[in-house]
């Protein structure tokens, strides 16, 4: 299963907001640093969910960037801190259904070059939202 294969089965298998994933086309379409972290050439550092790093540490903390699946929970369900978002993306992304499609999701958005991986990801979630839409009408 390729990154954005995996993407768009979380889309469905999982309940992403739709805000949220609308505000994750809008940053993948801005190169926004709130997907990329302290790096401005690559993704969050490997295993890294959100930043800062270390949630268990600094809960209360704002987030200031997150990977596109945090992202969706951070920005569509309005979640402010560090251990909002990670709760969230526990309780709704990595679930035993779904847990495999996260991984390779995340392993595929790690590895591949952001010039790569963020328009084959806009074209997923762009992919998403439509759907979600369409279901809604």
């Keep these: 299963m390729t990154g954005p294969e995996a ?3 979380l889309a469905r298998a999982v309940p992403l907001p739709l805000a949220g ?3 994750l086309a809008l940053a993948l379409r801005a190169d926004s640093r709130e997907l990329l972290g302290p790096h401005p050439d690559r993704p969050l550092e490997a ?3 959100t930043w800062p790093p ?3 540490r600094n809960p209360t903390l704002a987030v200031e960037a997150a990977s596109p699946l945090a992202f969706c929970g951070w920005k569509g369900a309005r979640l ?3 251990a909002s978002v990670n709760i969230w993306l526990t ?3 990595l679930g035993p259904e ?3 499609a996260a991984v390779a999701f995340a392993g595929w958005w790690e590895r591949t070059p952001h010039a790569e991986g963020r328009p084959a990801l806009l074209a ?3 992919k998403a939202v439509e759907a979600r839409k369409a279901a809604a009408a």
């Design 7 to 9: 993407f768009a089965f």
């Design 21 to 23: 994933l609308e505000a």
């Design 47 to 49: 295993g890294l969910e």
């Design 54 to 56: 270390h949630p268990e």
């Design 80 to 82: 402010g801190n560090l």
């Design 91 to 93: 309780a709704a992304v």
């Design 98 to 100: 779904t847990r495999d």
């Design 124 to 126: 997923a979630v762009e």
